[in-house]
């Protein structure tokens, strides 16, 4: 066994043991790994690790630190762990148990806050995914802190996708909101709404979704008077850049797309934009030809069912201290 940093030129390989692990329910594709993991400004490179078994590729856990401030989030070096894969014929020899103990160890040097499992920028799950039910136990009796669930929600129809009664109906209330896609030279006007209304998370990613190649029209925008009142990401099979709710797309069959996040600015809640931007986005999607679409890490089930998006992968939200 040879135990060395996690590098790009293991791109091939990590695919191959991440789809001989969890495959079935999250096929892994060479573009989401790189983007997630190599790509991703928050990788730790010094402390992501790959076993080896030969020249095999047995064994390997990615991890990621808040270096930079995140909007209204601080440089505190926060860590998460992004992925912990095993190769099923290597488990139970301890590989899963060392990679994790050292993890652990590395991440401590530099925050004291609790290590988060899942939910990282650049997440592939929110925390540990309930089909993967093994994991949820085996993080249980290394002391992981288990929290609240959240899902994925599925729509398998998006083709035949008209508005709802209850989204027309928000639409009708307030009828001089417009919603489009974001044109081109309008970056700057979403990102200052975003940085005044969301400005955390939210606001980062769609920095980094603009300032790194995403495409404007991937971004929904509700405009009243000509100002940004709110917003949604989506995202399709011919997007530049991958979204959460397209990572798992090989699962369903035909052209799949995403959406979210979305939000509306506090002063303008209650108008039914949320509801009006939310449908609109799905009639987008479409119109670009998308058959299927994920809404992915909510709790708002009943909101989202509004326009047929029905609970479909299920997570734990977790850390270690």
């Known amino acids: 066994m040879h135990n060395r940093p996690l590098t790009p030129d293991l791109l091939p390989q990590a695919v191959d043991l991440w789809n001989r692990a969890l495959g079935a329910h999250f096929p892994m594709r060479p573009g989401l790994l790189l983007a997630n993991l190599w790509e991703e ?54 590989l899963g148990s060392a990679l994790l103990r050292d993890a652990l160890e590395h991440l401590r040097r530099f925050s004291t806050e609790p290590v988060g499992i899942g939910g990282d920028p ?12 093994p994991a949820l136990d085996w993080f249980a009796r290394r ?15 998006i083709a035949d996708y008209a508005h709802p ?30 940085w005044r209304e969301f400005p955390g998370r939210w606001a980062w990613e769609m920095e980094q979704h603009l300032n790194r190649g995403g495409d404007p029209e991937d971004v929904m925008v509700a405009v009243d008077g000509g100002e940004v009142v709110g917003f949604a990401r989506i995202h399709t099979h011919r997007s530049r850049r991958f979204g959460p709710g397209i990572y798992w797309a090989p699962l369903f069959p035909g052209a799949h797309g995403g959406l979210g996040p979305i939000g509306v600015g506090a002063a303008q809640r209650g108008r039914g934009i949320g509801l009006g931007l939310l449908s609109a986005s799905i009639a987008e999607l479409r119109r670009r030809g998308v058959e299927s679409a994920v809404i992915d890490w909510t709790v708002l089930v009943r909101f989202y069912g509004i326009v047929g998006f029905r609970p479909w992968k299920w997570y734990v939200t977790a850390s270690l201290t």
């Open 143 to 157: 002391g992981a802190y288990l929290g609240t669930l959240a899902c994925d929600l599925a729509n398998r129809e």
């Open 165 to 194: 009664g209850a989204a027309l109906e928000a639409i009708g209330r307030s009828p001089e909101v417009v919603y489009r896609p974001l044109g081109a030279g309008e970056e700057e006007a979403v990102l200052a709404f975003m």
């Open 122 to 133: 650049g997440h592939f799950f929110p925390g540990i995914p309930l089909e993967c039910r």
């Open 41 to 94: 400004p928050n990788f730790d490179a010094e402390g992501s690790r790959a076993v080896l078994d030969g020249d095999r590729l047995v064994g390997m856990i990615a991890l990621k630190r808040r270096t930079a401030p995140m909007g209204n989030a601080p440089a505190d070096q926060k860590g998460w762990i992004s992925a912990l894969v095993v190769d099923p014929d290597a488990q139970g020899r301890g």
